[in-house]
């Protein structure tokens, strides 16, 4: 599929099978909605470093610093506020203090409750969290020892790992 390809994805069928799920009450008490697969979640096998620079920094050098090209496929995110410039990437062999559990996707960007239904069992074991989401899914970033830990709590709670 070259860029910029269209993909159609039957987000209604989808939004229709989720609404129970998405109409539940808040997301503590919510089960994850483990039978579809735009749901399962992944591990990836790269770890991953998470950086924070100034606001006011120049980009340009920012990104000429990168560890990874622009344009190899992976997680790259950068996101500048006003507040902070932060770039998650994928990190050198052997370093990262970030590991990554990937929601499949896709999904309906309109869906509410995914991050709070999957975050909501780390909290209550006090896994601290980094969320990244793109127009098709999420990311959520884990400590390297938290990982193990993490999928263990998500799939005691019902989340299907592939």
């Not at 993909?7 to 579809?36: F, Q």
């Not at 410039?85 to 559990?101: D, F, L, N, P, T």
């Amino acid at each position: 599929m070259g860029l910029g390809a269209r993909v159609e994805i039957d987000y209604k069928s989808t939004a229709r099978t989720l609404s129970g799920w998405l109409s539940t009450p808040p997301c503590p008490t919510m089960p994850p909605p483990a039978n579809h697969p735009a749901f399962h979640l992944q591990v990836l096998q790269h770890a991953f470093d998470v950086q924070q620079y100034p606001c006011d920094c120049d980009i340009t050098e920012v990104l000429e610093r990168l560890r990874s090209p622009l344009n190899r496929a992976g997680l790259l995110s950068l996101t500048r506020t006003a507040e902070e410039v932060s770039i998650v990437q994928e990190a050198c062999e052997g370093e990262g203090r970030w590991k990554c559990i990937k929601i499949l996707g896709p999904m309906d960007f309109g869906l509410t409750g995914v991050i709070c239904s999957l975050t909501a069992p780390l909290k209550e074991v006090k896994i601290p969290v980094f969320v990244v989401s793109t127009w098709n899914t999420d990311y959520v970033l884990i400590s390297v020892g938290d990982v193990d830990n993490a999928v263990a709590v998500l799939s005691r709670d019902g989340w299907q790992f592939v």
